[in-house]
């Protein structure tokens, strides 16, 4: 059984650039969620998928972010005219109901120049 | 009043010794209690769940839940230099799509 991948693991952009992230979650897992991270602080939930619908978004969640999981499998996270706070490890995590274990991916370490 | 607390720490012990890490949470209808270690530079790795009152043991770790004093906490016994790494609380609540609210995070530092 292989675990969350994430896809780049680090991204270093210009401010102003879009970004995207990919994340394949466990198999069959329905739930998938997207996390931030800062240095010190703990993960931050962003937004929450199960199968192909987004149920949940945080108000972290601004215009230029938006997640889709087309399928229902994995999903990406796109961040439209990045700016330096955008910088963060940005996380994915994925579940299977009924059990509410979430299990993460290794991250993908965003750095906005 | 942050959601899920946590001592910063660094939490140092003695290898060998038992490690407690502590965390309090404030949403009362919370229902799922994990502990996750994250080394740094790394991503989270799931270390226990509770999700009863009582004491929880999986080799080395017991986690403790009392819901009427809104406290979860952590035990590391023979603490062991690799389980130096911070420790994250996270709490969700059922009705709330299970997302994960973590503390800051306890940094624990096992010494040789």
């Known amino acids: 059984d292989t675990g969350v991948s994430q896809d780049p693991r680090h991204k270093i952009t210009k401010r102003g650039q879009n970004v995207t992230f990919r994340c394949d979650p466990i198999?069959?897992?329905?739930?998938l969620y997207w996390y931030r991270q800062t240095l010190g602080q703990g993960p931050e939930f962003l937004t929450y998928f199960q199968n192909e619908a987004q149920l949940e978004k945080s108000r972290l969640l601004s215009d230029r972010f938006s997640a889709e999981r087309p399928k229902g499998s994995f999903s990406t996270l796109e961040i439209q005219r990045t700016e330096q706070g955008d910088s963060a490890m940005y996380l994915c995590?994925?579940?299977?109901?009924?059990?509410?274990?979430?299990?993460f991916g290794p991250g993908t370490r965003l750095l906005v120049l | 009043q942050k959601e899920v607390e946590q001592n910063s720490g660094p939490l140092s012990v003695p290898e060998g010794a038992i490690a407690s890490l502590n965390c309090t949470y404030s949403d009362r209808v919370s229902q799922s209690f994990f502990w996750y270690r994250q080394y740094s530079g790394k991503s989270p790795e799931l270390i226990m769940s509770i999700y009863s009152n009582g004491d929880k043991e999986d080799g080395r770790f017991t986690a403790q839940l009392n819901k009427a004093s809104q406290y979860v906490s952590l035990l590391i016994r023979d603490s062991q230099p690799s389980d130096s790494a911070t420790y994250l609380c996270a709490v969700s609540s059922s009705g709330t799509a299970s997302k994960l609210t973590f503390g800051t995070g306890t940094r624990l530092q096992v010494t040789l």
């Open positions: 995590a994925s579940s299977n109901t009924p059990s509410e274990t979430q299990y």
């Open positions: 198999s069959e897992h329905n739930r």
